[in-house]
């Protein structure tokens, strides 16, 4: 019985050995190089974003005290600095026959009475200039006319020395007569901010809408808190 010989397995020459282990040593290179290159060309991690700060506001200046006064308001009441005591106001100046500035800036009080209605520590005063001519009862029509919230909208008279005492020493601002003009009184268009203590905190231009942005944030900080003088 004869036997096959037994085949032998070719062997893989050093040469090609070398080459396959070359060939698998390169894709690991670039295999490593591309990774590497995807890395470096990634973009960078966002910054951690720091916390939001709260705004800082500056705090109100002190521009003086509304000195005592005892007046009558369009309901026949009697108002006096201690009626409003511990309320943040703000006060405007006006008389019922301006055909000026003073529709305007009633109007104007009267959006901040709107806008500040949550704020019920917010009170408003508007003083009248012209008391020789405006009686109580003319300054219940004019708050029927401009539909003023009475409940918080107080509008006063007293004795003409009284009230340009109080509106040229008290508040600082400016008031004159102007016999023959069409205009017989020359008065102040600025709203004042006054807090629970009688302080002056800012006068602001009633003809100026950044202005009032301001008056109505001041209004409601000072009812804060930790800002009550």
């Not at 060309?41 to 002190?62: E, I, S, T, Y």
């Not at 219940?140 to 009475?150: I, L, P, S």
């Not at 003809?207 to 942005?213: G, N, Q, S, T, V």
Request: proline fraction near 9%.
């Amino acid at each position: 019985m004869s036997h096959e010989p037994v085949r032998k397995r070719p062997r893989l020459s050093p040469i090609v050995l070398l080459g396959m282990v070359a060939t698998a040593v390169g894709l690991l290179l670039l295999m490593m190089l591309y990774v590497l290159s995807k890395r470096m060309n990634a973009p960078p991690p966002p910054a951690p974003q720091a916390a939001p700060q709260a705004a800082f506001a500056p705090p109100l200046p002190a521009l003086g005290t509304v000195p005592p006064f005892s007046l009558t308001a369009q309901d026949g009441s009697t108002v006096t600095n201690e009626t409003l005591a511990g309320k943040v106001w703000i006060a405007n100046f006006f008389f019922t026959e301006c055909a000026g500035i003073c529709p305007a800036m009633t109007g104007r009080m009267r959006g901040l009475t709107e806008k500040l209605a949550g704020e019920k520590g917010v009170a408003f005063v508007s003083f009248d200039v012209d008391p020789d001519r405006d009686t109580v009862e003319d300054l219940a029509a004019y708050a029927v006319k401009h539909d003023a919230d009475t409940s918080r909208w107080r509008f006063l008279r007293g004795e003409k020395a009284v009230v340009r005492e109080l509106v040229t020493k008290g508040f600082k601002l400016g008031l004159e007569d102007q016999p023959g003009e069409k205009e017989p009184i020359l008065h102040s268009s600025r709203l004042v901010l006054v807090d629970q203590k009688g302080g002056i905190r800012g006068t602001y231009e009633s003809e100026d809408e950044a202005a009032l942005a301001k008056l109505e944030a001041d209004a409601r900080a000072l009812t804060s808190p930790a800002s009550a003088p």
